[in-house]
């Protein structure tokens, strides 16, 4: 690999890479420029004013009025002196990106002149139109007002000239109307729950974090071809598009050596996301031609997430920056692999211990398996509402389409593993315990971290697996924001751990000794979860046979998935946690399914569009070129002659024409659908009716486009082929 470093300059028509001189300052010396970190509050910061911010911080507490405008005062002059002139509270509604209303600093000075201000009222809390966002009726009930407010946890930071402060946005009664919310209630509760759990092993633990390591993927197309396809600026995915040739068969692009220009687009990219703080670690190609990764070191879930956001606004922009585009779609090419955002997920203490590597003594071995089994068996309860979780009209593309997750969520724990659960299954209870008279766990897993990463025992077809200190969930898409899928998973675990509390005390007041109590509740939960263990290949025919047989949640229809929020087990979950209100949720499935239907009637839409008076009409020009070429052989040929050389081109012109009345009758049926479903009030029987009567029909057309893509002139053509656009020159 070249250790140069690149920038793009135009060459004629064509773009190259040219070296550039290394910077010398070293990404340590520039990480976290643009946070307000800890760093930056300490210098900014009254020591009192510091010292009060750091405990609320640390410990979950309010801010009072008077540290607030402290802080505001501190981060303002922070903020001025690194250029920034507006400020933001940045939050994340329930669309998929954030948002942000910009205000400048100033205000009059009584004098005819401005000063630059900023309260710590302003800092704290605004008020926000929340009609302009998704809301799901929230807002029809109630009030129009919504409030933004400042997330401690999460630092402010600068994003060109306009400080961005993270926020959370709630209704004026309190509802959530943002992914922040419930996400930091779902990691308050396992907080929570898994803090008390751990205390039966260490009473000195008194916080426990969920951290998040996501990793992103994504394409890159030339800037100048996606201008040439409506389908992708419109709906980020080619609508058509005949599959290229060469794509991924040869397996050549896994790993392979990064064009010059991508590397120079990475290399901007990473200093950029460094520079806000972002630990980006990881870089590579991906499966698919033009298919490329990013991973940074895990971080705290909130925190990450946020990182996670704000990585795809800056890979849009920089991007632009490269003449590229970034695609964040699921599945913007049809025949190679799509995009998703594996969400590497594990939980620690705060005195140092990972609660998913298994320990050195029996004691936390015991911890471990503790946390393993709970993880298990809330993933088995609540496989359909993690499904839904991750399900969202783009990323059914992907789902179930023998290259991503299936759309049957279960769990790979590799064999070592498997072999010590079924072990804590099975065995007598003698077995388990005891060692020299004394109640102890005998089973010994202490080797496993070591084993799995040695022999890398990994299954790529599961949708959620163990991989040594962590659980990775796969199925995530890659426009997602990660904190649908984080918050179900974070809460349905703290459900389950405050259960499992539940269960266990009660036999140790009957009287039964701590640990046989706790082996004793956890042996029973494996026993009524371990259905949800899958080690095989989930892509099989077979698996979704026996899937269905276990009783695990095999739906594929997205509407239809999005019901599992609001089945009795999640709404009871949900309220325990104290992560939404069935109110919420209900609100929120609104939203769910209006998206659903929009996205696929925007689709529907553009397919039709570009199908009539892009796909048609050159098709027809086409076929009325070989239909004169036929009459020209007949006027000049024999009749018997003619009919010999005229013959193939009289072939494409039915062909043509078949493909040509298939396109116009489908485009009907499909405007005709969307015209009845248009008329359904339900937002849920609407979606419904977008799945099942005109989603199909975008395939059909396509298969028929597609086809024809192959047989008109390549001159003629009017949109870019994949084979121009995947791959990179
Ligand atoms: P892969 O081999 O799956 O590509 P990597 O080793 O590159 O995995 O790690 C993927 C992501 O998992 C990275 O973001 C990494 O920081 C994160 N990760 C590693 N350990 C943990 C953990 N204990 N908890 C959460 N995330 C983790
Ligand atoms: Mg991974």
Redesign the pocket.
């Known amino acids: 690999m070249s250790m140069l470093r690149f920038k793009v300059v135009k060459d004629g028509f064509s773009k190259k890479a040219v070296p550039v001189e290394e910077p010398t300052e070293r990404p340590s010396d520039y990480f976290g420029k643009y946070v307000f970190n800890r760093e930056k509050m300490f210098t900014y910061l009254p020591k009192k004013t510091y010292d009060a911010l750091v405990d609320a911080i640390d410990n979950n507490k309010p801010l009072n009025r008077e540290i607030a405008d402290s802080v505001a005062a501190g981060m303002k002059k922070w903020a001025l002196e690194m250029g920034a002139t507006h400020y933001t509270h940045w939050l994340h509604p329930l669309t998929d990106g954030t948002a942000e209303k910009h205000d400048s600093f100033i205000e009059h000075d009584g004098k005819g002149g401005v000063v630059e201000e900023f309260s710590g009222k302003l800092l704290i809390q605004q008020e926000v139109d929340a009609s302009s966002f998704p809301n799901g009726g929230i807002r029809n009930t109630f009030e129009a007002r919504g409030y933004s407010a400042w997330d401690i946890s999460s630092p402010a930071f600068i994003v060109g000239r306009t400080l961005c402060i993270p926020t959370v946005f709630i209704s004026y009664t309190g509802e959530s109307l943002d992914y922040k919310t419930p996400l930091l209630r779902a990691i308050n509760s396992v907080n929570k729950a898994a803090t008390a759990v751990c205390q039966y092993f260490d009473e000195n633990v008194k916080r426990v974090y969920s951290?998040?390591?996501?990793?992103q993927e994504y394409f890159l197309v030339d800037a100048d071809l996606v201008t040439a396809r409506p389908d992708l600026i419109l709906t980020g995915r080619t609508l058509m598009g005949h599959e290229s040739a060469k794509n991924q068969q040869l397996e050549d692009h896994y790993f392979g050596s990064i064009p010059s220009r991508v590397q120079a687009f990475m290399r901007d990219l990473e200093i950029e996301a460094l520079k806000l703080g972002i630990p980006a670690?990881?870089r590579h190609n991906e499966v698919a031609p033009n298919q490329f990764?990013l991973?940074?070191?895990?971080e705290e879930t909130n925190l990450a997430n946020d990182h996670n956001l704000l990585l795809m606004s800056l890979m849009k922009e920089v991007a632009r920056r490269h003449n590229f585009r970034v695609l964040l779609h699921e599945k913007p090419f049809a025949g190679v692999n799509g995009s998703g955002k594996?969400n590497?997920?594990?939980l620690?203490t705060d005195t140092g211990v990972?609660l998913?590597?298994p320990g050195k003594t029996p004691e936390s071995n015991l911890q471990f398996l503790v946390f393993i089994i709970n993880v298990l068996s809330a993933v088995h309860k609540h496989n359909g509402l993690l499904k839904a979780s991750i399900s969202s009209a783009t990323n059914a593309h992907r789902l179930g389409a023998n290259e991503a997750p299936p759309a049957i969520i279960s769990i790979f724990m590799g064999s070592q593993l498997s072999q010590v659960l079924e072990k804590l299954s099975s065995a007598p209870i003698e077995e388990i315990l005891n060692i020299g008279g004394k109640s102890e766990l005998k089973l010994d897993v202490s080797q496993i971290p070591e084993l799995m990463i040695d022999n890398t025992d990994r299954n790529r077809t599961s949708p959620f697996a163990f991989?040594g200190?962590?659980f990775?969930f796969r199925a995530v898409g890659s426009s997602a924001n990660c904190a649908s899928a984080m918050i179900a998973l974070n809460a349905a675990v703290a459900n389950e751990l405050m259960d499992f509390k539940k269960k266990v005390d009660a036999l140790i007041n009957s009287g039964e000794g701590k640990t046989e109590a706790i082996v004793t509740v956890i042996r029973n939960m494996f026993n009524e979860c371990k259905n949800i263990l899958f080690d095989g290949n989930g892509y099989s025919d077979e698996w979704k046979a026996e899937a269905e047989r276990r009783g695990l949640d095999c739906e594929t229809s997205i509407p239809l998935i999005f019901d599992r929020y609001l089945s009795p087990a999640s709404v009871e979950m949900f309220k325990n946690t104290n992560v939404f209100s069935e109110l919420e949720l209900k609100a929120r499935n609104e939203v769910k399914w209006e998206i659903y239907t929009k996205k696929v009637q925007i689709e529907a839409r553009v397919l039709g569009d570009l199908a009539l008076n892009h796909i048609v009409p050159v098709a027809t020009r086409y076929q009325s070129v070989l239909l004169d070429n036929a009459l020209k052989i007949k006027q000049l040929f024999s009749a018997e002659k003619a009919e010999i050389l005229s013959r193939q081109d009289l072939d494409v012109i039915e062909k043509i024409s078949g493909h040509i009345v298939a396109i116009r009758e489908q485009v009907e049926e499909m405007v005709s659908a969307r015209k009845v479903a248009n008329k359904i009030e339900c937002e849920r029987e609407k979606a419904i009716a977008y799945h099942d009567t005109v989603a199909p029909l975008l395939d059909e057309i396509r298969r028929h486009i597609d086809k024809l893509e192959l047989m008109v002139d390549n001159q003629m053509w009017p949109l870019p082929k994949y084979r121009e656009l995947l791959f990179i020159r």
């Open positions: 951290y998040l390591g996501w990793e670690k990881t990764e991973a940074p070191i895990y594996h590497n997920w594990s620690g990972p998913f590597t991989t200190n962590r990775e």
